[in-house]
């Protein structure tokens, strides 16, 4: 059936409620670059600049099309690249790295005064989140871990709640991407954010990393959505499309309707590495995220 045909047979019935959710969709299936422009009471689009490799000077224009409002994991040098055509930076890079975080006190002499001096540029560029790891293990245990990355993290917060940044740490898998990255499981990082105590410290919960480390996903969020303050998307297996033909195995949509219903309202950042057309396959991801 075609939009036409639908659209008569729509009419016999004289049910014009129908007409209504029947011909954004014809439409949306005639041309893939159409996007839903979420809710004013949903969550907010955002994407990751280092999958897509396109110059932002190109790539924020297409992505203000779809809907998206942030280009996110940027230095501050490239925040008014993003920002002149109406887009924020959701995420700000910091001075840590994947595999040296705070979890080693040799490093907090170096990361504080960094992360105090980075939180200061967000506030004054109007960057809402700014991201931090753990680092490796590196033979380590994981309740040592968490003292000392309480630790440091607690000496930048009062800078953080001043200025009203939230530093986010993220879940990464230490199974497939990140061999011996600690902040690799949801109940550590909740329990790291517990001893910070700070509303200004979040978890970046990667969907993707997740599935791979523990499953679970809908309910962990359910259960663990007051300590996330950030999400990352992608298909498992290979971290790349999950549109309804891909060979993967996560159902977004009803985790982007699990995710509404816990009130989040802040980004949600697409982080899939394409394996087809990248603006096409990044619409494609937005209509699906969005709710």
């Not at 009471?41 to 396109?54: D, E, G, L, T």
């Not at 930076?89 to 705070?102: E, K």
């Not at 006190?105 to 170096?110: P, Y």
């Amino acid at each position: 059936m075609n939009r036409r045909q639908a659209i008569k047979a729509v009419a016999a019935t004289g049910a014009l409620t129908a007409i209504s959710r029947l011909v954004p969709s014809m439409l949306a299936q005639e041309n893939p670059a159409v996007t839903t422009t979420p809710a004013s009471n949903s969550f907010k689009h955002s994407v990751c600049a280092w999958c897509y490799r396109i110059p932002l000077e190109k790539f924020a224009p297409e992505a203000k099309k779809m809907g998206i409002e942030s280009i996110e994991l940027l230095n501050p040098a490239d925040w008014p690249k993003v920002q002149q055509h109406g887009l924020t930076c959701a995420v700000s890079n910091g001075p840590s790295t994947i595999v040296n975080g705070f979890n080693r006190r040799e490093n907090h002499a170096k990361y504080v005064p960094a992360f105090i001096e980075r939180i200061k540029e967000c506030a004054n560029g109007g960057i809402p989140n700014v991201i931090c790891f753990s680092g490796n293990r590196k033979g380590q245990s994981d309740e040592e871990g968490l003292e000392i990355c309480a630790e440091g993290l607690k000496q930048i917060m009062s800078a953080a709640e001043k200025a009203k940044v939230t530093v986010i740490m993220e879940l990464l898998n230490s199974k497939v991407n990140h061999k011996d990255y600690q902040c690799d499981r949801t109940a550590w990082g909740v329990e790291l954010a517990k001893r910070v105590g700070s509303e200004r410290f979040k978890l970046l919960y990667d969907i993707y990393h997740m599935q791979v480390m523990e499953g679970d996903v809908i309910r962990n969020i359910q259960e663990n959505a007051a300590y996330i303050g950030h999400y990352h998307t992608a298909g498992n297996p290979g971290r790349n499309e999950f549109e309804p033909t891909d060979e993967q195995e996560l159902n977004y949509p009803a985790i982007m309707r699990a995710i509404h219903k816990t009130g989040f309202r802040g980004f949600v950042g697409q982080e899939f590495v394409p394996t087809r057309d990248p603006l096409t396959s990044l619409a494609a991801a937005i209509k699906i995220c969005t709710v």
